[in-house]
């Protein structure tokens, strides 16, 4: 490692102030923190002095990301080989989705690093490490045949109107990537949504059998999976949404990290269940009939609610707050999903909705701890008069 720091530090010098390519600076010294811990601490002012810098985060989140990634390349190659009938090996449909999933996460990465770069020299500030969770998290919610060029322009507009407008990493009020899959959705809905976009098509099936469970039921269609198999995620979908089992496994590091929130996760749970079990009582249709356990295992809830909802950025900030958000965001969801048969998941909708609103949430909690402080001290004066 002394080898590498010796080589990177001949290379930075160039780059150095007063040198002749300082308005690069920022450029080199991303690749510098990517392979190093930043070389500098904060020496004055009102801030957190802690280990556990952006850079840490981030990589914390992306660990939690690879049981779900893992298996949702696993799961694209085995729903690839169902439809075909051919006989397969994990390893054969490992393969298979690692040839679909990794040329999108690379485009992801080189789309939104070049913006992110081209920013960061332009304002003369360092690069964040932000985008090293969302580059992963764009391609992870994406259809698995979607087109790279679509999902480069998705990602494009993501980190430029949802990020780079409101002035980079932790300014921005909406999730980048839920604003990349909301562009992709009504920019190409034909590539978003129907039965044909979920599992990788085989060019010797004439007939694609690939509607997941939510747009069955919103078509009145029957579903045939336990919920054991919803749990576990061998059924059609978004490439890494499908599986609870390893969505699971990443929410239990988040929050024994403490990078995401369990107020927020298990407000979001409340929420879904409450109004699932709700509309269970009521059973007009096969969404509303759908049980409430179901509804918290299929479609996008879980990872949203894991990876989505508890952005630290976009999210609520109080205690109290966090319960509130989550709790609409799980309420909001299915709320949707039943009374939209056009569009049966709801869970990014209610997201990017929350995402808004979690400035005001926070608001009125504040306003509402000092009305309670300054009631205790009148209560105070009044018996100590």
Request: hydrophobic share 50%; proline share 4%.
């Amino acid at each position: 490692m002394n080898f590498i720091r010796q080589q990177l530090d001949n290379i930075k010098k160039p780059f150095a102030k007063g040198e002749k390519y300082e308005r690069f600076a920022p450029a080199i010294n991303a690749f510098d923190t990517f392979l190093f811990v930043p070389n500098h601490t904060t020496q004055k002012g009102a801030h957190v002095r802690d280990a556990v810098d952006l850079k840490r985060t981030m990589v914390t989140v992306i660990i939690a990301l690879m049981p779900a990634l893992i298996y949702g390349i696993y799961n694209t190659g085995y729903q690839y080989f169902i439809q075909t009938g051919e006989a397969f090996t994990f390893m054969d449909a490992f393969l298979h989705g690692a040839w679909k999933i990794v040329p999108m996460i690379a485009v992801s990465y080189i789309v939104g690093l070049t913006i992110e770069f081209i920013f960061a020299i332009y304002r003369g500030h360092e690069v964040n490490e932000g985008y090293l969770v969302t580059g992963l998290l764009i391609p992870m919610i994406m259809p698995v045949d979607i087109p790279l060029w679509m999902v480069a322009i998705s990602v494009a507009f993501a980190v430029l109107i949802a990020k780079e407008a409101f002035g980079g990493t932790g300014m921005n009020i909406l999730n980048p990537a839920l604003t990349a899959r909301a562009f992709a959705f009504f920019a190409y809905p034909t590539y978003m949504s129907g039965n044909k976009v979920w599992v990788s098509e085989a060019s010797n099936v004439d007939a694609i059998s690939g509607e997941t469970i939510l747009g069955s039921l919103a078509a009145g269609s029957e579903v045939n999976y336990s919920f054991f198999e919803m749990f576990q995620g061998a059924i059609p979908g978004s490439i890494a949404e499908t599986s609870t089992l390893w969505v699971a496994v990443g929410a239990i590091i988040l929050i024994a990290t403490g990078v995401g929130s369990w107020r927020i996760i298990a407000g979001g749970i409340a929420g879904a269940a409450f109004m699932g079990f709700l509309f269970n009582l009521w059973g007009a249709n096969a969404l509303m009939s759908f049980d409430w356990m179901n509804h918290l295992v299929v479609g996008g809830f879980a990872f949203g609610i894991v990876f989505m909802a508890t952005d630290p950025v976009s999210a609520a900030q109080t205690n109290r707050g966090k319960w509130i958000y989550g709790l609409l965001v799980g309420v909001l969801c299915i709320l949707i999903r039943v009374f939209n048969p056009a569009y049966p998941e709801g869970v990014m909708l209610a997201i990017l909705l929350m995402n808004v609103f979690a400035p005001t949430i926070d608001h009125y909690v504040i306003e509402g701890n000092i009305k309670r402080r300054k009631k205790r001290w009148a209560s105070a004066q009044l018996k100590t008069a």
